[in-house]
């Protein structure tokens, strides 16, 4: 279900409807004051605000918010009911998507690749996203894939068994 103008004036009472737009690429919702660049897609029930700016290849969508002055650019992908506010970047081929967080991600700058802790139960290594339950049992298949040698590997494993800990003390339940 697609929102409605009418959604959006409820949603943001002190604009009008002339405010407001729909992205030709995708048909999501653009305030006056956010700029969205044609190649970028803004599509589903996304919204893009305030002076937010939208432009590459980047894509928003699902139900997905881009506000403030915050920035996605690049081949990023904001979806689901991801907030991207203030003056956050999401740049490169950058995900970000699922809950809103309560605190900021958990993230490792590797020496091969980067670990982020992407969603509640997800952690990314590079472009690899699995769950915390899932990445024990994959540094070594993967880390040869990529050429990393046998120390190479333990040091993401340590990094790997960190960033799940914290993940399941922040977030018990997830």
């Known amino acids: 279900m697609s929102v409605t ?14 405010d407001w737009h729909q992205h030709a690429n995708g048909g999501g919702w653009v305030q006056r004051t956010a700029s969205v660049a044609d190649s970028a897609r803004v599509f589903g029930n996304a919204q893009v605000s305030g002076n937010a700016r939208v432009f590459g290849n980047a894509q928003v969508f699902g139900d997905a ?10 081949n990023a992908q904001v979806f689901g009911d991801a907030r991207v506010f203030g003056n956050a970047q999401v740049s490169g081929d950058a995900w970000v998507f699922g809950n809103a967080w309560e605190v900021s991600p958990l993230f490792i700058q590797g020496h091969k690749h980067s670990l982020s802790l992407c969603a509640h139960n997800k952690i990314a290594v590079g472009c690899k996203v699995h769950t915390l339950d899932e990445w024990p049992e994959m540094p070594e298949e993967i880390g040869k894939q990529h050429g990393y040698s046998h120390l190479d590997i333990e040091v993401y494993r340590l990094h790997l068994a960190h960033m799940a800990k914290v993940a399941r003390l922040l977030w018990p339940t997830k």
Not at 5 to 18: H, L, R, Y
Not at 65 to 74: C, D, H, I, K, P
């Open 5 to 18: 103008i009418e959604q959006i004036m409820q949603w943001f009472p002190d604009t009008s409807a002339s």
């Open 65 to 74: 918010r881009v506000s403030g002055n915050a920035r996605a650019f690049g």
